[in-house]
């Protein structure tokens, strides 16, 4: 039997929530679908058209389709995963008024948060590259087995596309981090549910929304989405540059810990009503 806040024991109350499972649903229904929309498509060639995008090069293989799927999940839906898994735990518990009995097993309140942190972390790290490795076994399966095309023209070998891959997906989960410890913050402070996953969402849309504004200038640099496209920077020919990468991951870290802190911080201090 499994002790009270355990990780085993959150993991499974995790596993057998309704929600968890939809999201389970999406993640492994949404390559199948891409892959129903594509067959729809009565003009591969796009009527002559001469710009070739990402999706145009999607049915071109495995790899093609596997960063293409990766592409369109990582706009939205992988920020909602963590936003949901990291921030929905705690307020959930208080909505039930099951929160303040945890603590009287006894456990600390650290321990508490730790426990649905890293179960919150851990399950959309598992979702994030349970993606990417079903939508290349569909796209595979679908599409063939062609090398990576890269849109400015030309191929990347399978030995460098892999280990270029397994980076993007890493870049990725690092990037949709803040969300996610945002979203705990934020359920920390309300105990609600809608209002951690919303208020992550609504910080995800305004940082968009300000990442388009060129009067910004420099400044658009610290908001926590303004470098979550430079994981396609490592799907290119030639040397990777770095530079973007590195700095997206330094303040995707910095706002991860930051947030987290404060939650932390703010749980420690305030009264368990519910």
């Known amino acids: 039997m499994s002790r009270p806040l355990s990780w085993r024991a959150e993991l499974r109350r995790q596993l057998g929530r309704r929600r968890t499972l939809w999201i389970i649903g999406i993640v492994f229904a949404l390559p199948l679908i891409l892959v129903a929309a594509f067959s729809l498509d ?63 097993a006894p456990v600390t309140r650290a321990r508490l948060l730790t426990s649905k942190l890293v179960i919150g972390f851990l399950s959309t790290a598992a979702l994030v590259v349970t993606l990417p490795a079903w939508a290349f076994l569909v796209g595979t399966l679908a599409y063939g087995t062609e090398p990576f095309s890269i849109l400015g023209g030309g191929e990347l070998p399978w030995g460098e596309w892999l280990p270029r891959m397994a980076l ?67 799907l290119v020919s030639g040397p990777v540059d770095w530079t973007d990468l590195r700095h997206g991951a330094l303040w995707s870290v910095l706002y991860t810990v930051l947030f987290v802190g404060l939650g932390y911080r703010r749980f420690r201090r305030q009264d368990i009503l519910s």
Do not use: C
Request: proline fraction near 6%.
């Open 42 to 104: 009565d003009d591969p060639g796009r009527s002559g058209d001469p710009t070739v995008r990402l999706v145009d090069l999607a049915t071109g293989g495995g790899p093609n389709f596997t960063v293409f799927a990766f592409f369109v999940s990582a706009e939205l839906l992988l920020f909602i995963v963590a936003a949901l898994f990291a921030g929905d735990p705690v307020p959930a518990e208080a909505s039930w008024a099951s929160l303040r009995y945890l603590l009287t």
């Open 168 to 234: 993007a997906v890493g870049y990725v989960l690092v990037m949709i981090a803040p969300i996610g410890a945002f979203s705990f913050w934020v359920g920390v402070r309300s105990q609600t549910p809608l209002a951690a996953v919303g208020g992550a969402l609504i910080l995800l849309i305004v940082s968009g929304i300000l990442d388009s504004i060129d009067a910004l200038g420099d400044w658009r640099k610290a908001l926590p989405a303004h470098y979550s496209r430079a994981w396609l920077d490592l």
